[in-house]
């Protein structure tokens, strides 16, 4: 469970920038979410400092009671490894390592045993339908493939809540359906928590639910699957 | 690209351990020279208070006594005297004449302790019942291409020819150059027998000077001196570093360039994997960005980048070492490089504390140009990092 309020970050510079003007909402454990609006809204904004990825001016965000804001840096880094997953939208995997080195290396990096976590990656990579490319290079995959991989990587620690932010931008659209089917697959037989950045009204169909940004703050929440 | 960046490393390490081994190598065979050729290791002169005295008397006890000495090599004795040379060379009655020390030895023990016999480039060495002849220096005999004198030698003196001398008590006498020999040392001396100096000198069993080598591989040579002051007290006693104290000094500078070299070395070694690894990550910027966002620890990244940066310098100093020990050394004893001709050659020589603590400094300048770099860029905000 997901609890954010009052949520304001403006970015600092001469002319400081407000991107989230002080957003409240609640997220569901299980629960499928899109964040849609127009370009500039603050879609992205949102999603860095629900990952910890960036610091918000003011507001809390609590994750299963634990005010995750208040946490050292050096917690925070533990907490995304542990507990948070994040999908980007393109060129996340790095370069030198096969498709296999990439998924199990947030493994890898919280010490769990080898055995273990390169069973698990390439579970992940027969999850996400590349069971058959684990020594592919990142160059030698193609994009979807890639943003596949990337999500494997995501799931490895089996994180409480998976975020991607416009995962699909740059993928066809066969691609980009499969990426998204991966999603309501993981969230319909895992119960995985995905909060998911989109400006394709087409990917509607896949969430439970969409917060609709403007300027900075939440035009509406509008229900649009029930949560299975 | 990384093998250039490995040779430069290798050509630090190389520049560090050549200047130090041509230094080491150049002090070492001075040393060596000016111990062999000069000083001997210890040096025994007459007593000199409470009253100052002329001679060492007995010497022939004396040196018997030092000889028994565990570490003793051997013992020589000098008669120091002095006069004028004349020669003439065209038996025109146009003499040549030069002045310079004449020193009294006993050849069969003086060839034990400074090997100048080794440097014959004339005739004979002396021997004890050669009274009439004596082993003329190449400076003062003119024409063997010896440092030169400034203007006085005896203008081409050859082995058999007659020279004259008159010693500073007013005695003469006319003697046959035995031999001749390469004055590389520029001391311009010329040798008699020991007996023939205490017919000149009227005196018996005694010495000017009395010479000692001993073994100082282990033992350090104030531990033989001390044991010899025991022995004669009143005489006057030094070692060879108290004699070279000149030449101490000389050696304190070049221990100084040696440090200097050092030091550029690994700087300019750090400077260079610095700038690598510096490249290297701010390449990798977005990449370092992202392995923090799925949360990596900034350490493990750092580390990542440090053991890089070791792997070029144990790769750079691995190059060097090879360069040094396995191609310079070897090629510098088979194709001597001279440095003074017939003195010396341009030789490499090592202890091994110098080479490991190089070794350790250039690990360290290794270790903190990988860490300084990759921590600049590893501590960058998450979202510039990714995004720019
Ligand atoms: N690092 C930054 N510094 C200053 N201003 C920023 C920064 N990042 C974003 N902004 C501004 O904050 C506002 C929200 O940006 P954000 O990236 O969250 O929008 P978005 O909804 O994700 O847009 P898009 O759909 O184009 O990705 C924008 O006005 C943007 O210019
Ligand atoms: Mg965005």
């Known amino acids: 469970m997901i609890h954010v309020t009052d949520l304001v970050k403006t970015y600092p510079g ?20 899109a964040i849609m609006g127009r370009s500039g809204s603050g879609k992205s904004t949102l999603l860095h400092q629900l990952s910890l990825i960036d610091t918000p001016t003011s507001g809390s965000v609590l994750i299963d009671g634990t005010d995750v804001l208040r946490l050292s840096d050096h917690d925070k880094t533990t907490y995304r490894l542990n507990d948070l997953g994040y999908v980007f939208q393109e060129y996340a995997l790095i370069i030198e390592l096969t498709a296999l080195e990439n998924v199990y290396l947030p493994a890898m990096s919280k010490g769990t045993a080898a055995k273990i976590y390169k069973k698990r990656a390439s579970e992940l990579l027969d999850l996400v339908g590349l069971g058959d490319r684990i020594t592919h290079y990142p160059v030698e995959l193609s994009g979807g493939e890639q943003q596949r991989v990337a999500i494997a990587r995501s799931l490895i620690n089996a994180p409480k809540i998976l975020f991607a932010d416009e995962p699909t931008a740059n993928l066809d659209m066969t691609s980009a359906r499969i990426v998204l089917e991966l ?19 087409d990917d509607m169909r896949y969430v439970n639910r969409v917060i609709w940004l403007k300027d900075g703050l939440i035009e509406k929440i509008e229900t649009v699957n029930q949560q299975a | 690209m990384l093998a250039l960046m490995i040779f430069i490393l290798a050509l630090s390490f190389l520049d560090m351990m050549f200047i130090s081994g041509v230094l080491v190598g150049i002090t070492d065979s001075q040393m060596h020279a000016l111990r062999n050729y000069l000083s001997a290791d210890i040096n ?7 009253q100052l005295k002329q001679y060492i008397p007995n010497q022939a006890q004396l040196r018997a006594q030092i000889e028994t000495l565990p570490g003793i090599i051997a013992t020589a004795r000098h008669y120091n005297m002095a006069g004028s040379l004349s020669f003439d060379k065209d038996k025109t009655g146009q003499f040549k004449i030069v ?5 009294g030895i006993d050849p069969e023990s003086e060839w034990k302790v400074l090997t100048l016999n080794q440097l014959l480039i004339r005739g004979s060495n002396l021997a004890l019942g050669d009274t009439d002849q004596i082993l ?24 058999g020819d007659k020279i004259r001398i008159t010693f500073a008590n007013g005695s003469i006498r006319t003697y046959n150059v035995k031999g001749i020999y390469n004055d590389i040392m520029g001391i311009a001396e010329t040798f008699i027998t020991s007996n023939e100096a205490e017919s000149i000198l009227s005196v018996h069993d005694s010495a000017s000077h009395i010479l000692v080598k001993a073994n100082i591989d282990r033992v350090p040579v104030a531990v033989y001196e001390s044991k010899i002051v025991a022995m004669a007290p009143n005489l ?17 500078a070049l221990n100084f360039i040696q440090l200097i070299v050092g030091a550029i070395s690994v700087i300019v070694a750090a400077i260079t994997i610095f700038v690598l690894i510096y490249v290297n990550a701010i390449n990798k910027r977005r990449q370092i960005g992202i392995l923090k966002a799925i949360g990596i620890k900034k350490s493990i990244i750092v580390n990542a980048y440090i053991l890089q940066s070791f792997f070029y310098t144990v790769c750079g100093v691995f190059t060097g070492l090879f360069l040094v020990f396995g191609v310079l050394q070897p090629l510098l004893i088979a194709y001597p490089v001279p440095v003074v001709v017939g003195l010396m050659n341009l030789t490499l020589v090592y202890t091994p504390m110098p080479v490991i603590l190089g070794i350790i400094s250039f690990l360290v300048a ?21 995004w720019g």
């Open chain 2, 44 to 50: 025994i002169a007459p007593q000199q208070t409470p």
């Open chain 2, 366 to 386: 290794g270790f903190f140009a990988g860490r300084i770099p990759s921590n600049l860029v590893a501590r960058q905000d998450i979202l510039k990092a990714i």
């Open chain 1, 183 to 201: 999603f309501q697959k993981l969230n319909r037989e895992l119960k995985q928590t995905v909060i998911m950045v989109t400006h394709e009204p």
């Open chain 2, 236 to 252: 006057h006693i030094q070692n060879y570093n108290d004699l070279l104290g000149s030449f101490a000094s000389f050696l304190k």
């Open chain 2, 99 to 103: 002045s310079g020390a004449i020193i």
């Open chain 2, 136 to 159: 003329l220096s190449s400076s003062l005999a003119g024409g063997y291409g010896a440092i030169a004198r400034q203007g006085s030698d005896l203008g081409g003196v050859k082995v």
């Open chain 1, 14 to 33: 001469k002319v400081p920038t407000p991107a989230l003007k002080g957003v409240s909402f609640d997220i569901n454990d299980g629960e499928i979410v």
